[in-house]
Every structure is written in C-alpha cells, then in structure tokens.
C-alpha cells in the first residue's frame, strides 16, 4: 500500500484529502464483496441450522409421543395377558372338578348291568295293567 502525505496545499478541503491510490479501493471493494459473501453464507448456515433444529425438536416431539402410545399398548396386552393367565387358571381349576376317565368308566359298566332300557315308566305301567284288566274282562 503506497500512503501519501496531505498535500499540504492551502485552499478548498478536497485539497487537504490524503491522495488515494486506485489499489486501495479495488482491495476496500474486494474486501466489501468478501465481507457480504460471508455474511450471506452465515446467514444461510443459520437458516439450516434452524431448519435442523425444528425438524429435531419436531423429531423428538413425535417419538415421545409413539413412545407414550406404545407403552400404553404394552400396558394394555400386559393386562390382557394376565386376564389370560386368570381365565386359564380358572379353567384349570374347573377341570379339576370334571370326572376321571375311570369314574366314567365305573357308571358306564353299571349302566350296561341294569340297562335301563328294560325299566319302564309309571305311565307304561298304567298303561300295561289298563291293558291286563282289559284282557281279564
């Protein structure tokens, strides 16, 4: 950078301005347009910056929220699972009660000995003596 002394001269103020050499004012006008590249491309990256930060933060907000739905599910088939289990240890306990093979067994062999197809029934039997009486007239 080339600096010149005031001129010295007396008269108007544009004489006593430092002389200004052309290379000053290119860099100052490079320098300007660096500047604003910066700051555009700083201003960019804060808008993506932004941008990431909502898209994290709406991120976040909908995985909590399927989080809190899906433990809500699991609390839910918990409590099916364990109504479950009840029902069967209900019904395990009601089977209990149910005849053995071998007492089934038992009644079946005394339902062939007195085969109650032979008993009859009070109404046969009116029915039956009806009909002796009938033949004894």
Same mark, same amino acid.
């Given at each position: 950078?080339?600096?010149?002394?005031?001129?010295?001269?007396?008269? @108007?103020?544009?004489?006593?301005?430092?002389? =200004?050499?052309? *290379? &000053?004012?290119?860099?100052?006008? /490079? #320098?300007?347009?660096?500047?604003?590249?910066?700051?555009?491309?700083?201003?960019?990256?804060?808008?993506?910056?932004?941008?990431?930060?909502? @898209?994290?933060?709406?991120?976040?907000?909908? =995985?909590?929220? *399927? &989080?809190?739905?899906?433990?809500? /599910? #699991?609390?839910?088939?918990?409590?099916?699972?364990?109504?479950?289990?009840?029902?069967?240890?209900?019904?395990?306990?009601?089977?209990?009660?149910?005849?053995?093979?071998?007492?089934?067994?038992?009644?079946?062999?005394?339902?062939?000995?007195?085969?109650?197809?032979?008993?009859?029934?009070?109404?046969?039997?009116?029915?039956?003596?009806?009909?002796?009486?009938?033949?004894?007239?």
């Amino acid at each position: 950078m080339n600096s010149q002394p005031l001129k010295q001269k007396k008269g @108007n103020a544009k004489d006593l301005m430092p002389s =200004t050499d052309p *290379e &000053i004012y290119r860099q100052i006008n /490079d #320098i300007s347009r660096r500047l604003r590249v910066a700051e555009e491309n700083y201003s960019g990256l804060r808008r993506k910056t932004q941008l990431s930060d909502q @898209n994290i933060l709406k991120t976040n907000k909908n =995985t909590k929220t *399927e &989080i809190i739905a899906i433990n809500s /599910d #699991i609390r839910d088939i918990r409590r099916d699972i364990k109504d479950i289990k009840d029902n069967i240890n209900q019904m395990a306990k009601e089977m209990k009660l149910f005849a053995k093979k071998s007492d089934v067994l038992v009644i079946q062999r005394y339902v062939k000995l007195f085969d109650p197809m032979r008993f009859v029934t009070p109404n046969q039997v009116e029915q039956i003596i009806k009909e002796k009486l009938e033949d004894l007239k």
